[in-house]
């Protein structure tokens, strides 16, 4: 006869402790290792998302250093030349000068002769595509500023201007400096000439002017660092930039962008006015979209970024 074995209450009813539960260790095992790979994956996000335009923000200016403040911009810096009974002005931004500065520059053209003349272009922006008059800012050395924007192409359909006599054309515009040390700032405009094929059709052609050669000029020097308080900042929310500027220029802002998306480019092509402080993403109905855009005022640095989506 084999004896019955007693059971002792609470002994065989839980686990040994030697033993375990392996299914509920391995259950919290589990929620902890997930919690830990979310935090993770949350902390790349944010962080990649933050790199993205913050890496921008400290590199804004391209690495140029600052300087001591040049204080309040004063009275602008004009020049004038005649020749062949026109006469031409250029006045730009005043000094000090640095690199990345966003120049103000106006360019005037009047006609003192007794007869029309015929340019390319229309008058209206500064450097832009099909516009009447080009600015350079030339010469100059290292170190340089690179324009942040990639303007990409541009279609400029062929435009003409008729300046009467006695007429005068004033065109306002922008111009970076690109350049450090002694730079020379040059405007100029490209003349036409109308004549007849032996055909009897007008046939249009470049031709010159009595301004070849004679157009004003200003030579500046160009200080390789950045005043102090001649700087503006982005802030980025979302896809919305604001703009920390002074009061002072806040009506003098201006804003150049290219955007691009997979099938779709766009660019405004000049600086144009910000009509309020902050900047919205342009449209792009493709994919990858990429938007990069600089911000200034005349006689401060230009200030740029760039957002990827």
């Not at 250029?90 to 029309?116: A, M």
């Not at 950045?226 to 002074?246: F, M, N």
Request: include cysteine; charged fraction near 10%; proline fraction near 7%.
């Amino acid at each position: 006869m084999i004896p019955t074995q007693r059971e002792e209450p609470g002994i065989l009813s839980q686990p040994s402790p030697s033993v375990g539960n392996p299914s509920r260790r391995s259950s919290r095992a589990g929620r902890i290792l997930n919690l830990v790979a979310a935090i993770l994956v949350f902390l790349v996000i944010t962080g990649a998302a933050f790199l993205l335009f913050s890496h921008r923000v400290d590199n804004l200016y391209g690495g140029i250093p600052t300087g001591g403040p040049d204080g309040p911009i004063k009275t602008p810096v004009t020049v004038q030349s005649q020749a062949g009974g026109l006469e031409a002005s250029l006045r730009i931004t005043s000094g000090p000068y640095f690199l990345s500065e966003l120049l103000g520059v106006d360019v005037t053209l009047t006609n003192h002769s007794n007869k029309s003349f015929l340019l390319q272009g229309f008058a209206t922006d500064i450097n832009y595509c099909n516009g009447v008059f080009s600015v350079t800012a030339a010469s100059g050395g290292e170190p340089h500023y690179s324009f942040p924007v990639d303007i990409g192409f541009m279609s400029c359909p062929f435009a003409q201007t008729e300046l009467d006599a006695g007429k005068t054309l004033i065109v306002q515009g922008y111009v970076p400096l690109t350049k450090s040390g002694q730079v020379t700032i040059t405007p100029e405009a490209r003349f036409l000439t109308v004549t007849k094929d032996r055909y009897g059709n007008e046939v249009t052609t470049t031709g010159s002017s009595s301004l070849n050669g004679h157009w004003p000029v200003i030579h500046i020097n160009v200080n390789a660092k950045i005043p102090v308080d001649r700087t503006l900042s982005l802030q980025q929310q979302g896809s919305q930039i604001t703009i920390d500027a002074p009061a002072s220029i806040q009506s003098h802002l201006v804003y150049f962008y290219s955007v691009g998306c997979v099938g779709e480019l766009g660019t405004n092509g000049k600086w144009t006015p910000v009509t309020t402080h902050t900047l919205q993403e342009p449209g792009c109905s493709g994919a990858n979209k990429h938007w990069s855009f600089a911000v200034s005022a005349p006689g401060y640095a230009i200030v740029s970024g760039e957002i990827s989506s």
